[in-house]
């Protein structure tokens, strides 16, 4: 059975740091390319972040692009999410998928608050 | 960036009807558009991928169709367990861009 869980959220203050992981098992991970997507409460789904099946090639939206980096342990199939100079709009739930999102993770709450 | 302009944002609806739900893509995206099912405290489901393909375990009365630019999702005789968001997405390049999703209620 496809899992994927999330951890590592929090409270964090505006500008400071904090990284998600994401444990994956029951599937081959270093052969998938992995996402991290988010949703602001009450609001739609935003992709945050891919990862290529052996870490070479990254991709980001602007809105993250330089303060967030997504990478890969394929030896632990984990997946992490390193998110800097956090802004109040990043408060969001975070999810793990596979980047085909055909299998999600149940998310991690992630709020930036003074 | 691409866009995925959905419609409608909300919907009322009664058990038994036939719902479709639409993006409209800014430029040419194939058939690379997933739609998503997602209910409250929950995690998206994959419902149909590449524009027409029903996802495992997905009743058949859920179906996805494309014409030109415009991508939808319609589910026949809606059961209860249907009202829930559904979300859209194109992955054809990055940045992958997902439709501002379509609220399911219930008359």
């Known amino acids: 059975e496809v899992q994927l869980v999330e951890s590592g959220g929090g409270l964090v203050q505006p500008g400071r740091s904090l990284k998600l992981s994401c444990a994956a098992s029951?599937?081959?991970?270093?052969?998938?390319?992995m996402a991290w997507v988010r949703q602001a409460p009450k609001k739609g789904l935003e992709w945050v972040a891919t990862?290529?099946?052996?870490?070479?090639?990254?991709y980001y939206p602007d809105s993250v692009k330089g303060r967030f980096t997504i990478s890969r342990d394929n030896a632990k199939s984990s997946l992490y999410l390193q998110m800097n100079s956090l802004k109040s709009e990043d408060t969001a739930t975070y999810y793990c998928a596979r980047d085909n999102s055909d299998y999600w993770g149940q998310g991690v709450m992630v709020t930036v608050s003074s | 960036d691409i866009q995925m302009t959905q419609s409608p944002s909300s919907m009322s609806v009664s058990l038994g009807d036939t719902v479709t739900i639409t993006c409209r893509a800014s430029?040419?995206?194939?058939?690379?558009v997933n739609w998503f099912q997602q209910k409250p405290g929950k995690s998206p489901r994959r419902m149909i991928y590449r524009a027409t393909n029903l996802a495992d375990g997905v009743p058949s009365r859920f179906s996805g169709s494309r014409s030109g630019s415009d991508y939808s999702l319609t589910i026949s005789s809606l059961e209860s367990e249907d009202v829930a968001d559904y979300h859209c997405?194109?992955?054809?390049?990055?940045?992958?861009?997902f439709g501002a999703g379509t609220k399911l209620e219930l008359k």
């Open positions: 029951g599937f081959t991970f270093s052969n998938y390319y």
């Open positions: 990862i290529s099946t052996s870490g070479s090639r990254t």
């Open positions: 997405l194109q992955y054809d390049e990055y940045p992958h861009t």
């Open positions: 430029q040419d995206v194939g058939i690379y």
